[in-house]
């Protein structure tokens, strides 16, 4: 059974920089698509950034050029590394793993406020 766990969240300052990381346990094949989500009080959420297992990275427009994503081939964790943050609501970001079924963590919440 694969278990996903996100780490390395919090409160960050404006322009600031917040690393996550994703840790799986279980059968994690190199193969399957890893991502995260964020998701804002009251709203469905949605993708920012994905990396497939050739290395081809996806970013939501909000986020390109400040956040990179990351993943060991062979084993996890997956990070995402957020610059220079945004003063945004409160949200929770869920790292993902998307092989034949999605894999989800628990989420994380990040805060970014002066």
């Known amino acids: 059974q694969v278990q996903l766990v996100e780490s390395g969240g919090g409160s960050a300052q404006p322009g600031g920089t917040l690393r996550l990381s994703c840790t799986a346990s279980?059968?994690?094949?190199?193969?399957?698509?890893m991502g995260w989500h964020r998701q804002f009080p009251g709203e469905q959420g949605a993708m920012v950034a994905e990396?497939?297992?050739?290395?081809?990275?996806t970013y939501a427009d909000s986020v390109k050029g400040r956040f990179i994503i990351s993943r060991h081939m062979l084993n996890s964790p997956g990070y995402l590394q957020m610059n220079a943050l945004n003063v945004d609501a409160p949200a929770v970001y869920l790292c993902?793993?998307?092989?034949?079924?999605?894999?989800w963590g628990p989420g994380i919440q990040v805060t970014v406020s002066s």
């Open positions: 279980g059968r994690i094949s190199p193969f399957y698509r």
């Open positions: 990396i497939t297992a050739a290395g081809v990275t």
């Open positions: 993902y793993y998307q092989g034949s079924q999605p894999f």
